[in-house]
């Protein structure tokens, strides 16, 4: 299996930065694809940004030339730095891991999220 840990959320203000980080255990193959979701109450789950295995990006129109996702594979790690923060940016920020088993079978895998509040 794989587990996902994120950290690094917190309460910061407006035009603020965080950096987000989220490490992989477990027992498996390869991670492929890497994501950031974050949720807002009362919103659907929704993507911020993801990065494949050969570190092509893709985000959200509302945290373009804001936000930078990048992954680190000798550390099983993905991060989001996170700057020009708006209150809007406050959410549950999810890691969501394409994953391949030993034995090669395919699991998606989430974490537990962490909070991102920012004030104005």
């Known amino acids: 299996q794989v587990q996902l840990v994120e950290s690094g959320g917190g309460l910061v203000q407006a035009g603020g930065s965080l950096r987000l980080s989220c490490v992989a255990s477990?027992?498996?193959?390869?991670?492929?694809?890497l994501g950031w979701y974050r949720q807002a109450p009362g919103k659907q789950r929704e993507l911020v940004a993801a990065?494949?295995?050969?570190?092509?990006?893709n985000y959200a129109d509302s945290v373009k030339g804001r936000f930078t996702i990048s992954r680190d594979n000798a550390k099983n790690t993905v991060y989001l730095q996170m700057n020009s923060l708006k209150p809007e940016d406050t959410a549950v920020y999810y890691c969501?891991?394409?994953?391949?088993?030993?034995?090669?079978?395919?699991?998606?895998?989430w974490g537990q999220g962490t909070l991102v509040t920012v004030s104005s």
């Open positions: 969501n891991a394409d994953s391949i088993l030993m034995g090669g079978r395919y699991l998606e895998v």
């Open positions: 990065i494949t295995s050969g570190r092509d990006t």
């Open positions: 477990g027992n498996y193959l390869r991670i492929n694809a």
